[in-house]
T-cell receptor
Framework: QKEVEQNSGPLSVPEGAIASLNCTYS??????FFWYRQYSGKSPELIMS??SNGDKEDGRFTAQLNKASQYVSLLIRDSQPSDSATYLC??????????WGLGTSLAVNP | DAGVTQSPTHLIKTRGQQVTLRCSPK?????VSWYQQALGQGPQFIFQ???????QRGNFPDRFSGHQFPNYSSELNVNALLLGDSALYLC?????????????FGEGSWLTVV
């Protein structure tokens, strides 16, 4: 079992729709959870961080964490073509070493 | 406020050569981590430096070495380059004083080994 798992996609949604990205992790001791967006040829850009169970909203983005079920998700409302990118889930166990999933490719179609 | 800066942005090396990549962390950050990201893969942790010492290391051979300077900047050295070392090398900085462990990345250094 991989430490952090994501569906590789591609996930394709129409413009204006909600995109839902999921991530599961294996280490129950994980404490910090991050979503990064990565455009082709660029470095990852932090989108959201979440540390406690529940939802965290920032603009069009909502991160959801469920530690009991060991999953974290990212919802993107009103998806735009500019949201088309690879979304990387990363998990941290308080040692500042990020464990990454392979990423989910998202395509938002105009 | 300068973010994480890396140099060079792109470079091409020949098999067997050595390369040095450089990173300056975000202002106020004292911890630097290096990641390797091959095409189509998520980043893989190489090592982390804090207080000029290697604090953690991932599953990378000894050909990969690093250093952190008193001003918190860091270098990644790779010896005896292999074709498989071609990747995007990412530097990440964080602060031991920062709650929540937020980590910021530089733009990366693209290494191509031919």
């Amino acid at each position: 079992q991989k430490e952090v798992e994501q569906n590789s996609g591609p996930l394709s949604v129409p413009e204006g729709a909600i995109a839902s990205l999921n991530c599961t992790y294996s280490d129950r001791g994980s404490q910090s959870f991050f979503w990064y967006r990565q455009y082709s040829g660029k470095s990852p850009e932090l989108i959201m961080s979440i540390y406690s169970n529940g939802d965290k909203e920032d603009g069009r983005f909502t991160a959801q964490l469920n530690k009991a079920s060991q999953y974290v998700s990212l919802l993107i409302r009103d998806s735009q073509p500019s949201d088309s990118a690879t979304y990387l889930c990363a998990v941290n166990k308080n040692n500042r070493k990020l464990i990454w999933g392979l990423g989910t490719s998202l395509a938002v179609n105009p | 406020d300068a973010g994480v800066t890396q140099s060079p942005t792109h470079l091409i090396k020949t098999r067997g050569q050595q390369v040095t990549l450089r990173c300056s962390p975000k202002s106020g950050h004292d911890t630097v981590s290096w990641y390797q990201q091959a095409l189509g893969q998520g980043p893989q942790f190489i090592f982390q430096y804090y207080e000029e010492e290697e604090r953690q290391r991932g599953n990378f051979p000894d050909r990969f070495s690093g250093h952190q300077f008193p001003n918190y900047s860091s270098e990644l050295n790779v010896n005896a380059l292999l074709l498989g070392d071609s990747a995007l090398y990412l530097c990440a900085s964080s602060s031991t004083d920062t709650s929540g462990n937020t980590i910021y990345f530089g733009e990366g250094s693209w290494l191509t080994v031919v």
